[in-house]
């Protein structure tokens, strides 16, 4: 069959679902992936068959898309910070939004004078730890999660970037320690049961639900323990990054006021959301 015949039937099976340009980027990243197809192929080849086989395998694609399965978990891959992380049902698919936070912390951190350490609150895929022990050579990175199937994929993923990330299980709402860090991040479950509605099926079937969501009456459950344990355990200077609802930033910046955190900086994401949070201790 020709290409160009399948990408048509792609749009007309999945256009409806999720329009026109996202279903392009759908059929051009997943004829990369299977096929290692650049995006421009239909350019310069507009007569290019594929085999049955290969058939097969985007047609499979195309059903798993149908039923609204996440793009990324049917090529089993998701693209962070210029880096391919292995992402399955067990873990948050990165968001660009994240990679705004870890920006955040690396253009902070990189002309640090001593080797800084680091840990990661509710680490999922790995991909915070994994993108900044990378960009930050001389970090030392850790990262905790309660859940570990998602230790499993994070740990898979260390091994992958070649990184030297210390993971280990955790329940953030009941943590003891001794060490102290420098920098402490995280983005926890946030997002509450009434928001929901303008939540995409991809989204609210086939991601965990313990990583995205928290009750409507306590909507700061994770934030509350985070912080109270970033008060105890940053060292004199040390700063809290967090990814935060884009609804309460006034909610959160009272938080840090009460846990005395300094110089407490909102940031909006590209979409203009009220999304990132820093504090630093005194
Ligand atoms: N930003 C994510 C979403 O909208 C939520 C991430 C989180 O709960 N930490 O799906």
């Known amino acids: ?69 996440p793009i990324q978990h049917i090529i089993g891959t998701s ?41 990661d609150m509710g680490t999922g895929s790995g991909c915070i730890p994994i993108s900044l022990d990378t960009y930050l050579t001389d970090a030392k990175v850790s990262g905790l999660d309660i859940s570990l199937d998602a230790l499993e994929v ?21 943590l003891k320690h001794e060490i102290k860090y420098d920098i402490i991040v995280s983005n926890p479950p946030y997002v509450r049961e009434l928001e929901k509605v303008d939540m995409r099926n991809n989204v609210i079937d086939h991601e ?14 994770f934030y ?15 700063c809290l990054y967090l990814e935060i609802n884009q609804y309460l930033g006034t909610e959160m910046k009272l938080l840090l006021q009460e846990y005395e955190f300094q110089t407490i900086e909102l940031r909006k994401d590209m979409y203009g959301n009220d999304r990132m949070l820093k504090g630093s201790k005194k």
């Not at 085999?51 to 499979?60: C, N, P, Y």
């Not at 995205?212 to 306590?218: A, I, K, R, S």
């Not at 509350?224 to 040390?238: C, P, W």
């Open 208 to 221: 965990p639900r313990i990583a995205l969501f928290v009750p409507d009456e306590d909507p700061l459950k």
């Open 224 to 238: 509350r323990a985070i912080v109270s344990f970033a008060s105890k355990y940053l060292n004199e200077k040390g």
């Open 1 to 69: 069959m020709l290409l160009k015949e399948i990408k048509n039937i792609f749009h007309t099976e999945l256009d409806v679902l999720y329009g026109k340009e996202e279903v392009s980027s759908f059929f051009y990243m997943l004829i990369e992936h299977y096929f290692n197809l650049e995006r421009f192929v239909l350019a310069i080849q507009p007569e290019l068959v594929i085999s049955k086989e290969q058939e097969t395998t985007i047609f499979k694609a195309l059903s798993e898309l149908k039923l609204e399965h």
């Open 79 to 119: 693209h962070f910070m210029e880096m391919d992380f292995m992402v399955n049902p067990h873990v948050l698919i990165p968001r660009p939004e994240t990679e705004e936070l870890v920006r955040w912390i690396i253009d902070d951190a990189k002309n640090a004078k001593k080797s800084l350490t680091i840990l």
């Open 154 to 174: 994070a740990k898979e993923n260390n091994k992958r970037h070649g990184t030297q990330v210390i993971f280990f299980q955790a329940d953030m709402l009941n």
